[in-house]
């Protein structure tokens, strides 16, 4: 599938060796199972909420120590004074253990993330959407900033999505990050008849077409992660952003599935570079630039 080659300076992301899809296919596999063990066994440390944006210590998913979240040779930087908050918001029945590499990574570059832990019996994703909107603005109030970043997982990115694109969170968020995220509806959605809030990520539902609608004005930038390897998202595309009022840029991941794409190392960096670019309508001169991944 064609990407979009708006964003030029990110680092690009490794291609797992062989010629065949089928050797890709079974190393993402491999990777997928290997992360959700590491996710299980730190996951009831993620059950209860922060506070005030700290950093939790712990295992990290990938098996990797907390100096190796990232590739060799990268230089830990500060991020400039009038860097936003970065909000986490996790996807469906998981909670901000899943951004343990993530956090560890914007962290170790000056910047200051923060996780909504929504409950797994949330029932629609307007309701998380304003619950979201109400996290956002605490932030803003106790840290000053009018704006903020926020880096969404499969159903965290939709409903971050809709809270900027249909409850006005435009005005206060300036760079919106997803992974794996159906922008387009899945046709992979387990469950989809016993929870409702998983039938919203179908193609079709009420919420998706929603976000189909115009949104003349809208001032957050987002980036959209999708992996051509990603059996959660049916088809691969539906992770990309794709609408005419919205300054989107769809960025290609290689050789990772659905789970890993919080926790790889790799992909941590380019979210953060990503993070790094200015936002839409943005003043300040933070960023470094943004660009395409294959």
């Known amino acids: 599938m064609a990407h979009l080659s708006r964003l030029t300076r990110l680092p690009a992301l490794p291609a797992l060796p062989g010629p065949r899809l089928s050797s890709a296919l079974l190393g993402a596999t491999a990777l997928e199972l290997f992360v959700l063990a590491g996710r299980l066994a730190v996951y009831p440390f993620g059950l209860t909420s922060e506070r005030g944006g700290t950093v939790p210590t712990g295992t990290v998913p990938t098996g990797t120590a907390p100096s190796d979240t990232e ?106 990050v997803t992974l794996g995220t159906p922008h387009g509806g899945t046709a992979v959605a387990p469950g989809a008849g016993v929870h409702p809030i998983v039938r919203q990520m179908r193609g079709g539902s ?27 998202m049916v088809p691969v595309g539906t992770a990309c952003v794709d609408h005419p009022d919205l300054d989107a840029v769809n960025v290609r991941v290689t050789g990772v599935g659905h789970l890993a794409l919080p926790v790889h190392p790799t992909v941590a960096a380019a979210v953060r570079e990503a993070l790094e670019a200015p936002g839409s309508g943005e003043d300040d001169a933070t960023a470094t630039g943004a660009s395409s991944v294959a």
């Open 71 to 176: 590739p060799p040779g990268t230089a830990p930087t500060t991020a400039g004074p009038s860097a936003p908050p970065v909000v986490l918001v996790h996807g469906f029945i998981d909670n901000r253990s899943a951004f343990v590499v993530l956090r560890r990574t914007l962290a170790r570059h000056g910047r200051s993330p923060e996780s909504l832990n929504y409950s797994p019996l949330t029932r629609d994703v307007r309701t998380a959407a304003g619950l979201l909107g109400r996290h956002v603005e605490e932030i803003c109030a106790r840290t000053g900033h009018s704006r903020v970043d926020i880096v969404g997982h499969s159903l965290g990115g939709l409903i971050a999505r809709y809270y900027v694109q249909r409850l006005g969170g435009d005005r206060r968020v300036r760079t919106l």
């Open 206 to 232: 009420s919420v998706i077409e929603e976000l189909r609608g115009p949104a003349p004005g809208c001032r957050t930038r987002f980036v959209s992660f999708w992996s051509e390897l990603d059996q959660v």
